[in-house]
């Protein structure tokens, strides 16, 4: 069974910069996507990033606000996912979740069957 956690959540200025981590146990991540989401408060979860199966290369932003500021990256030694999130805004504000699936990347959460339980990340001053 796959277990996910996530850490690396954080209250930070806006402008700042936070690396989330989503640590995996009891299987290997090099066969599943991994997708980080985020919700807000009052709002739906949205598909931020995913990146494919080891390999296979290739990663893709679902939102065209975190293009060109958060990095999704996999270190398969330490099995664990990271997203990198630059030049954090008041608006990046939610919990943020991984998810695992081996099929391909989707934006969708329906895509995934692997969550970990989330980690708060707050931009504000």
């Known amino acids: 069974q796959l277990q996910l956690v996530e850490s690396g959540g954080d209250l930070v200025q806006p402008g700042g910069s936070l690396r989330l981590s989503c640590a995996a146990s009891?299987?290997?991540?090099?066969?599943?996507?991994i997708g980080w989401f985020r919700q807000a408060p009052g709002k739906e979860r949205e598909g931020v990033s995913c990146?494919?199966?080891?390999?296979?290369?290739?990663?893709?932003s679902f939102i065209d606000s975190v293009k060109g500021r958060f990095t999704i990256s996999r270190d398969n030694a330490k099995n664990t996912v990271y997203l990198q999130m630059n030049s954090l805004k008041p608006e990046d504000t939610a919990v943020y979740f991984c998810?695992?699936?081996?099929?391909?990347?989707?934006?969708?959460?329906?895509?995934?069957?692997?969550w970990g339980q989330g980690t708060q990340v707050t931009v504000s001053k």
């Open positions: 998810a695992a699936d081996q099929s391909h990347c989707s934006r969708y959460a329906s895509g995934y069957n692997y």
């Open positions: 009891g299987l290997s991540l090099d066969s599943y996507v």
């Open positions: 990146i494919n199966r080891y390999g296979y290369g290739g990663s893709t």
